[in-house]
């Protein structure tokens, strides 16, 4: 399960029940069993099956960490013992800077606590998500983050299993802590030809197909699992995608996905060595050269694998081919304080959440606003004509259309033909034209802001992303002045435009 963390770093004082840790001092004074009382316990960071996650505080020391607790009783009922015990095994021997650390465990009557890093940045996927993708410099350094933590985990005989960018978290400085290891398999000497077979884990989008054909999982699972995170941060979304699990195991076990329009040739060549159907034939595992094959890769030229730790990470940028010739102008489009932030904000404080866009804005705008001058007479007769002869009436909740036209809304490299409608209320509905079906609507609030990149392109930033519209006839200014209207009658005039 994936939690936020902060960036470990050992001290001289650190926790001292840390499974790395003796029981004694050097004094041989026992050291103090931790207790639930010794914390004071924050957000909830993630949710599993039989588990929770929250961040927390040391009342004595002020540290902050993200405390796993788990119920035993539902633990044993569900019969996951074995999860938690791998888990902690698993944590136990890593000693990487790209994962999460174990610092401590300890339980009461009902329940098992884990005392985990912190990592203040969250989840990944929610960053893919903002920017619809990443550019060439980020995929490459979070990627060979990644494939520095598997040549460490799969030294010392480990597989995740469910390598995705959920259980890939970002520490305070912005560099990964893979997280979430209660799938992961532990090879033994009787493992070393790794012929064993599985039980069913992982997520539909990035399992192998040797898990799908024979239920058998490997080294180069992970590799495979690399090459669908290395696709996705590049063009928005995962390569095997359908609307339910059978039809994506379907697609993996035939090896069917293609590569959108715009995708880079030297990625693709990387993405083409890792997604291959033979486990024995993927760039990186034991049969073709290992971890020093696959960082050798022309993608990865120039990475300075031994100082990745200490090496800043790149300014989060979308990958847009159509856009990408000034990459100053999308750096200042694109800068949303994603990691360039000057002060650490605190998790405790709800009013600090809000200023970085991690919760919902509550500034919603209230009642109808008259945009268009005209009485209720005239709006009334206007609407009554607009649900006679306009066919985007069924989508708008019987507001005033006040403009619509075509547009391709991107995520990341994939664009979607889409009819936008601007109305009253204010609303920006979004309608998949050829099937007439609602697909949904940029929310609004006092923090929405349009923004034109050029006569076709433009943007609209809310506090949870950024949508990347393109109008190919040439109105995206005009939908950029209008938007800009319309806020300003909601919301005030503002200097923010």
Not at 318 to 341: A, F, K, M, N
Not at 397 to 418: A, Q
Request: one cysteine or more; proline letters at 5%.
């Amino acid at each position: 399960m994936a939690q936020n963390g902060e960036k470990a770093k050992p001290t001289s004082n650190s926790t001292s029940s840390s499974p790395q840790s003796p029981s004694t001092t050097s004094s041989s004074q026992p050291l103090k069993k931790k207790k639930p009382e010794d914390f004071r316990f924050g957000k909830i960071l993630g949710e599993g099956s039989f588990s929770t996650v929250y961040v927390v505080r040391e009342i004595s020391t002020g540290k902050e960490y993200a405390m796993k607790v788990l119920e035993k009783r539902h633990m044993i009922r569900e019969k996951k013992t074995q999860y938690v015990t791998r888990e902690k095994e698993v944590l136990s021997k890593l000693n990487h800077p790209f994962f999460v650390r174990l610092y401590f465990t300890f339980q009461d009557k009902e329940k098992l606590y884990f005392g985990l890093s912190y990592a203040k940045k969250g989840e990944l996927l929610p960053y893919i998500i903002k920017l619809g993708s990443f550019d060439l410099n980020c995929t490459r350094f979070y990627s060979a983050e990644v494939v520095s933590a598997l040549e460490h985990l799969h030294g010392l005989g480990i597989i995740h299993r469910d390598l995705k960018p959920e259980n890939i978290l970002l520490d305070g400085d912005m560099h990964i802590k893979i997280t979430d290891f209660g799938t992961a398999k532990i090879l033994s000497g009787t493992d070393v030809d790794q012929k064993g077979r599985n039980s069913f884990v992982g997520t539909a989008q990035y399992v192998s197909p040797e898990l799908l054909t024979d239920k058998r999982a490997n080294k180069s699972s992970d590799l495979w699992a690399l090459g669908c995170i290395i696709y996705q941060l590049l063009s928005g979304l995962p390569p095997f995608r359908a609307s339910n699990e059978y039809q994506i195991f379907k697609k993996i076990i035939a090896l069917d996905f293609e590569f959108p329009n715009g995708f880079p040739e030297v990625p693709k060549d990387l993405v083409q060595k890792l997604l291959v159907l033979d486990p024995t034939k993927r760039l990186g595992c034991d049969e073709c050269g290992g971890f020093s094959s696959l960082k050798s890769h022309n993608f990865y030229e120039g990475t300075d694998w031994e100082n990745l730790p200490n090496t800043t990470p790149p300014d989060l940028l979308p990958y847009l081919p159509s856009t990408c010739t000034d990459q100053e102008g999308l750096r200042s489009i694109y800068r949303v304080s994603l990691h360039d932030s000057e002060e650490e904000f605190d998790d405790f404080d709800e009013q600090l959440l809000k200023k970085v866009g991690l919760t919902d804005d509550d500034t919603k705008p209230t009642g109808r606003k008259n945009i268009l001058p005209l009485t209720d007479s005239e709006r009334e007769n206007r609407l009554s004509k607009q649900e006679r002869e306009s066919q985007w009436h069924q989508f708008v909740e019987n507001n005033l259309i006040l403009k619509t036209g075509v547009v391709d809304k991107r995520k990341g490299l994939f664009p979607r033909r889409r009819q936008l409608i601007l109305t009253e209320g204010p609303h920006l509905y979004y309608v998949d034209a050829s099937a007439m079906v609602l697909k949904g609507e940029i929310p609004w609030t006092k923090d929405l802001r349009p923004e034109a990149k050029n006569f076709e392109v433009f943007f609209v930033h809310t506090p949870k992303r950024v949508y990347y519209l393109e109008d190919h006839t040439g109105y995206a200014m005009e939908w950029v002045k209008k938007i800009e209207e319309v806020h300003r009658a909601y919301f005030g005039d503002t200097t923010r435009f």
